[in-house]
């Protein structure tokens, strides 16, 4: 068999993935000072690049973390990265830290951020469930509210997502889904969260949630499409209540949940909404994007 050894973009060059190290005293690794995204690339075109690198940025910018690299020159290793390894369809993930410093988390003692950029095969995150839809749980840690660390920063600290992730894997669930301080439905691990009831689809606002991709362009096919939707503040009884509830974000594009907390939402199958959406999902994610 071919051994495929990924080529990863560090500080200014591309090194097989066994050289492609930080140091322990970078700040990213010590303290979780830093920032990411996670994007797809389709058929040879990046997926909403401007958007993903704009996030980035954003996000190192609510940080004070200057990249020292344009948006531009961060587009363009994204696309190379892609080159290097010869990937059609793949994930990639860009990650800006706040580079090498000192053990104590000041960040004024690190000279240079380090810029990384890894990008591998990969197909649908939730494989067989996207026909029977998720098993989500409520979770008791509650999303961190925009007043500590904010959920708009796509930081190196995802310890509340990953503290809900292991609530969600005791209570057997697939996904989680955290609500905020007052118990208003906020998101997922990892994505954001919809409802469908008489045909609306309801989305809660992005304050103490991330400002998804996908979900402004689940919002762009919804107005399209003729799909009624309101962004407003929700809570578990329009959960459970739901005709559908459904999930979205790079990784796990879309995907329906089909048990909360081990109630039935609806038919107990994914929906018609849902499926409608999908289809129009699939259709924007072959026919748009960077070509690299
Ligand atoms: N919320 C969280 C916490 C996430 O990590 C992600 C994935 N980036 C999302 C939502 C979905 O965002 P996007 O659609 O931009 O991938």
Redesign the pocket.
Known sequence: HILFIMLVYINGKFVPEEQATVSIFDHGFLYGDGVFE?IRAYNGRVFRLKEHVDRLFDSAKALDLDPGITRAEMAEIIKETLRQNNLKDAYIRPIITRGVGTMGLDPRHCANPSIICAASAWGAMYGDLYETGLTAVTVCVRRNPPDTLP?NI?SLNYLN?ILGKIEANYKGGDEAIFLDRTGKLA??????IYLIKDGVLYTPPTIN??K????LVLLDICAKIGIRYEICELGLFDLYTADEVMV????AEICAITKIDGRTIGTGVPGPVYKKLLASFQTETQNSGDAY
């Not at 998804?212 to 979900?215: A, M, Q, V």
């Not at 979205?248 to 990784?251: E, K, L």
């Open positions: 996670g959920p796509k997502n998101e997922g691990s990892g994505d954001n949630n991330l998804g991709i996908t979900r979205t974000g790079t990784a």
